[in-house]
């Protein structure tokens, strides 16, 4: 509702203004009211109101005088003056001070609600015009933010940048925090926060966190700017010129936009990166604060994951920490083998210490498997790791037992990766790649050239001569190969029967398997189990 504030200096006046017209009907109340300037002035130099309909002539103050004063104060406030006069002077200097009316006395009603109208309309327009230029402005600020911290911005203009937006560039600690919401986490039991943390999804309402943490982020004590980044986290910079001080203030504030966003079924993920010395260190903070993202997998409630807790973790566990480094070196080697050694080594190191915590071996297998996802989408394969969601990868993760099964999981996604970039997908045609990918998921299935080019709107003769010269096999060939390959890993890792291992890769027949099993490996499925290969 708009603010009216009224005087006059003649009570029977100052009341009937009052209800002279339905005021709510305009979107206004009458904030208050006076029967002198000098009573006015003291009402309204802390508060103001939108506008201030008085008198012009009253003894001590003129409304005139009162306008004059109260205009450097609120320059936005709106002006109608009353008079019993119609002197030119006085509608000249009001004019000059920009009233929006100068109405005679006995006032006529049909004037003033054409000049309530007119005037809550030039308030709303000038609403629009600084949403407009607010919006304008926030998305300057967002661009500057988003280069600052991801470490796209030139130095020297980033200073320049941080000098107009008022941000400080020369105090001694900085440090950037993240915020996203997630359906699920209601704060109940461990199980149920590790359940909803695997499968992350975030909630309807998005803009939520935002403006929960933009309104306390604006009224928060020194410097915090809020902003969006391109994922569509929230992201607060804190600066502060005491590391210590600036550091305890940050997460005071975190914990009240937690306590806010804080509902059934809602839950506030936040984390909070290191504290930096310089402007120019933003951007590492940054990265560590959306790197600790990954740990809300393994986070049991909803507290602030915090860079240098985890930091301290980690030196704890010493050389079992992750070298993601070396770790993607071997899996894009594509060495099944030394892969599999790295992580047998290293759990085998984390399970051998006495201060780690089932906390941290989770946060190992999420760092590999994370690690694994990404490589796999850098390379830009359309396999099932780079599109599955977290639930899929980690449901099972977090339902291990024991270090064995947890590494089971590991090395059996770790695996599946390793296989899929073996394959020099990108050296196929389309249609090849989706010949590939349905023998991949469909191979224990009757799998047929001729259905495969009519789904495909292709002749059977051309797509398997295609087949043929972008592969160096014929489909059959191909599938039954890959078939076959599957077979082996079922033989040398469970104790499936023969006859089921057959049905299970896409052979009725267990005939027909024994013949294609010796044909493509030397020996039968028995000696191969055996040993005897």
Known sequence: ???????????????????????????????????????AFEALRHTG?????????????????????????FPDMKYIVLSGYNEFEYVKEGMRLGIE????????????????????????????????????????????????????????????????????????????????LVAGGDGGSPEGDAGSAAGLREPEDGNEAYRVSRALADGAAGNVCCFRDLDGDVILI??????????????????????????????????????????????????HAKRLQEYFLTNA????????????????????????????????????RAVYAYIDKLFADLQSMETVSPAHIHNCAVDLILCTKQVVRDNKLNHE???????????????????????????????????YLSVEEDEFSPVVKQVLRHIETRYAEELSLKTLAQSLNIHPFYLGQLFQKETGKSFSDYVNSFRIKKAQKLLKTTAMKTSDIS?????????????????YTGVSPTEYRSGRS
């Open 101 to 180: 009316n100068y109405l005679l006395k006995p006032v006529n009603i049909k004037e003033l609600t054409e000049t309530v109208a007119s005037t809550v309309q030039k308030l709303e327009n000038a609403d629009r015009q600084a949403f407009v230029r607010q919006s304008e402005l926030d998305i300057l600020r967002d661009n500057v933010m988003n280069r600052w911290v991801t470490g796209k911005i030139d130095p020297t203009e980033l200073k320049t940048r941080l000098q107009l937006l008022d941000i400080p560039a020369d105090n001694p600690f900085y440090a950037v925090a993240t915020i996203k």
């Open 301 to 336: 409630g909803d507290d602030i994951i915090r860079y240098d807790r985890m930091a301290a973790a980690d030196a704890k566990a010493g050389s079992a920490a992750v070298d993601l480094l070396e770790y993607e070196q071997l899996l894009l080697a594509k060495d099944k």
């Open 503 to 519: 049905r299970h890769i896409g052979y009725l027949e267990p005939g027909y398997f024994y013949k294609q099993f010796k044909k």
């Open 385 to 419: 790791l780079a599109t599955s969601g977290y639930k899929q990868l980690f449901t099972a993760l977090f339902k291990a037992h024991t270090i064995g099964q947890l590494v089971a999981h590991v090395k059996f996604i770790v695996g599946s990766a390793i296989d």
């Open 238 to 287: 804190f600066t502060g010129p005491a590391p210590e001080a600036g550091q305890a203030e940050a997460l005071a504030l975190l914990d009240r936009i937690r306590q806010q966003l804080r509902k059934p079924g809602i839950q506030a993920l936040i984390t909070l990166g290191s504290a930096e010395s310089g402007y120019l260190g933003v951007s590492q903070s940054y990265d």
């Open 1 to 39: 509702m708009r603010r009216l504030f009224i005087v006059d200096d003649e009570p029977f006046i100052l009341e009937g203004l009052s209800t002279v017209i339905d005021w709510e009907e305009f979107g206004i109340t009458v904030s208050g009211k006076a029967a002198s300037g000098p009573e």
């Open 49 to 73: 109101a939108d506008i201030l309909m008085t008198d012009i002539m009253m003894p001590e103050m003129s409304g005139l005088e009162l306008i004059g004063k109260l205009k450097p104060l």
